[in-house]
């Protein structure tokens, strides 16, 4: 065993990250083709407004982040199903309103406090025994959900209208989908920090795009991709003393050139399979 995991707030990093690297590429695969691949920047501005809540009313900033992120979930997916808002402007309004909310409550606070500037950025490795069942939690809820509308997802994400000829009700797993992220971006928040939340969700999802020949195995190789960006990173991170999330996330940057270097090679490339 390495020295470094011999220490306990290693081991929930590495646990923490774990859960985080599967479920973002899991939640990532259904938004990156739907060009909703900003939705998680989006609903991380909206957990800043929760994390402020909590913080404000002395309450735990989780929770906080978890309850209003859900709910402004909720709300911009039903301003999207009413077609009230298109897309992109839904995204851009609950974005702004997000951090406008967000603003005012710090200011109200008297400003950062260690809490809050630890979720801004991530903090992995300050993460608590009791933040680790909270994202196992969280975690087990998203796989649970995917695994068991998988395909169903899959057609929507393809093709919604043909979906939805087909008797899937699409709204309602849109609306799933969109609390799903919900969670997965509370989830990564803690780990990355609200500003690299979407990097997470996606910049594994384009590297298993890039490699994967079909979309299952794209998301497998996403997984794995995520995984490797977590262990690398986190253990860079400990031996030269830099930020975690930002370790992380540039591991993530750095696999996805590689794949999109060895996606230019003749002899590297496969046909693709338009199947689950």
Do not use: K
């Given at each position: 065993?390495?020295?470094?995991?011999q220490?306990?707030?290693?081991?929930r990093?590495?646990?923490?990250?774990?859960?985080?690297?599967?479920?973002?590429?899991?939640?990532?695969?259904?938004l990156?083709?739907?060009?909703?691949?900003?939705?998680?920047?989006?609903?991380?501005?909206?957990?800043?407004?929760g994390?402020?809540?909590?913080?404000?009313?002395?309450?735990?900033?989780?929770?906080?982040?978890?309850?209003?992120?859900?709910?402004?979930?909720?709300?911009?997916?039903?301003?999207?199903?009413?077609?009230?808002?298109?897309?992109?402007?839904?995204?851009?309004?609950?974005?702004?309103?997000?951090?406008?909310?967000?603003v005012?409550?710090?200011?109200?606070?008297?400003?950062?406090?260690?809490?809050?500037?630890?979720?801004?950025?991530?903090?992995?490795?300050?993460?608590?025994?009791?933040?680790?069942?909270?994202?196992?939690?969280?975690?087990?809820?998203?796989v649970?959900?995917?695994?068991?509308?998988?395909?169903?997802?899959?057609?929507?994400?393809?093709?919604?209208?043909?979906?939805?000829?087909?008797?899937?009700?699409?709204?309602?797993?849109?609306?799933?989908?969109?609390?799903?992220?919900?969670?997965?971006?509370?989830?990564?928040?803690?780990?990355?920090?609200?500003?690299?939340?979407?990097?997470?969700?996606?910049?594994?999802?384009?590297?298993?795009?890039?490699?994967?020949?079909?979309?299952?195995?794209?998301?497998?190789?996403?997984?794995?991709?995520?995984?490797?960006?977590?262990?690398?990173?986190?253990?860079?991170?400990?031996?030269?003393?830099?930020?975690?999330?930002?370790?992380?996330?540039?591991?993530?940057?750095?696999?996805?050139?590689?794949?999109?270097?060895?996606?230019?090679?003749?002899?590297?490339?496969?046909?693709?399979?338009?199947?689950?």
């Amino acid at each position: 065993m390495p020295e470094f995991l011999q220490f306990g707030f290693m081991q929930r990093a590495f646990a923490a990250g774990a859960v985080t690297a599967i479920i973002c590429p899991l939640i990532g695969v259904f938004l990156v083709p739907r060009r909703l691949s900003l939705i998680a920047d989006t609903l991380a501005h909206v957990a800043l407004a929760g994390v402020a809540v909590g913080l404000l009313l002395g309450a735990s900033p989780v929770l906080g982040a978890l309850v209003v992120t859900v709910i402004g979930a909720l709300g911009m997916e039903r301003l999207r199903a009413r077609g009230a808002l298109q897309g992109d402007a839904a995204l851009a309004v609950f974005l702004s309103g997000g951090f406008a909310v967000a603003v005012v409550l710090i200011s109200l606070a008297h400003g950062f406090n260690a809490d809050l500037f630890a979720i801004l950025f991530g903090s992995i490795l300050t993460v608590s025994p009791t933040d680790v069942w909270l994202i196992l939690a969280l975690g087990a809820v998203v796989v649970t959900t995917i695994a068991l509308t998988y395909r169903r997802l899959f057609a929507t994400t393809l093709n919604e209208d043909l979906a939805r000829t087909s008797g899937v009700q699409v709204t309602a797993l849109n609306f799933t989908l969109t609390v799903l992220t919900a969670l997965t971006t509370v989830v990564a928040m803690r780990m990355v920090g609200v500003l690299l939340v979407s990097a997470m969700i996606v910049i594994p999802t384009l590297t298993g795009f890039a490699i994967g020949t079909s979309f299952r195995r794209a998301t497998m190789v996403a997984i794995v991709m995520a995984l490797a960006s977590v262990g690398i990173g986190l253990t860079v991170a400990y031996y030269l003393r830099l930020a975690a999330g930002g370790a992380v996330v540039l591991t993530a940057l750095l696999i996805f050139a590689v794949a999109s270097m060895l996606r230019r090679v003749p002899w590297t490339r496969r046909p693709r399979e338009s199947r689950p």
